[in-house]
């Protein structure tokens, strides 16, 4: 199977699996944006080499907000990318502030290709919080989840110079944002 016929499926699979979401921004963009940032942030950082982090970051929110299965994505895409969604899936029988502070401490753990994929979906949430935040958000509880997610990306550094690089802009624009009296 050739690397492009598995992207094709991936982002058909992961579309359909999310198409009744949407991101919990004003916008509400359609969740699968979300999802091709992801991959086109880890397809720029491994200059297309490797297919499977670009399929699982298509992939990394299936197994957390969807039905889908392990053993589904296993058997068409493979134990590669299977591991690495298993990866960046949180365990939702943890209440919330046990999953976030997972997040904190399984961070430099993480095999490099899941730290990309947490890289650059902390990249896209943190942009997305600037460009379109959850309306009901106080600026406390957003620069809560800025904070956090710094918190998270500290275990994650020394994978890719230039997606930090992304992920410093995005905090620092969207802490910017937040002191200039939020939006
Ligand atoms: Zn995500």
Do not use: C
């Not at 916008?27 to 942030?41: D, F, G, I, Q, T």
């Not at 297309?48 to 392990?70: C, M, N, Q, R, W």
């Not at 997972?102 to 902390?122: F, G, N």
């Amino acid at each position: 199977m050739t690397a492009l016929l598995d992207f094709a499926r991936a982002l058909e699979f992961a579309a359909t699996r999310h198409i009744d979401q949407r991101r919990k921004g004003v916008r509400a963009e359609p969740y699968v944006n979300h999802l091709s940032e992801v991959a086109l942030l880890v397809a720029e950082a491994t200059e297309g080499k490797d297919p499977v982090v670009v399929i699982a970051a298509l992939l990394h929110d299936t197994l957390e907000d969807t039905d889908a299965s392990y053993e589904e994505i296993e058997q068409q895409f493979g134990p590669e990318v299977a591991a690495v969604v298993a990866e960046t899936t949180d365990d939702k029988r943890l209440r919330k502030a046990e999953r976030k502070q997972r997040q904190i401490d399984m961070a430099p753990t993480a095999s490099p290709r899941a730290k990309l994929v947490k890289l650059a979906d902390k990249i896209s949430n943190l942009r997305s919080m600037s460009v379109s935040p959850p309306a009901d958000w106080p600026i406390a509880r957003k620069a809560e989840y800025f904070e956090w997610a710094h918190a998270v990306v500290a275990g994650l550094r020394g994978i890719d110079a230039r997606l930090e690089a992304l992920f410093d802009r995005a905090y620092q624009d969207g802490m910017a944002q937040l002191r200039g009296g939020g939006k």
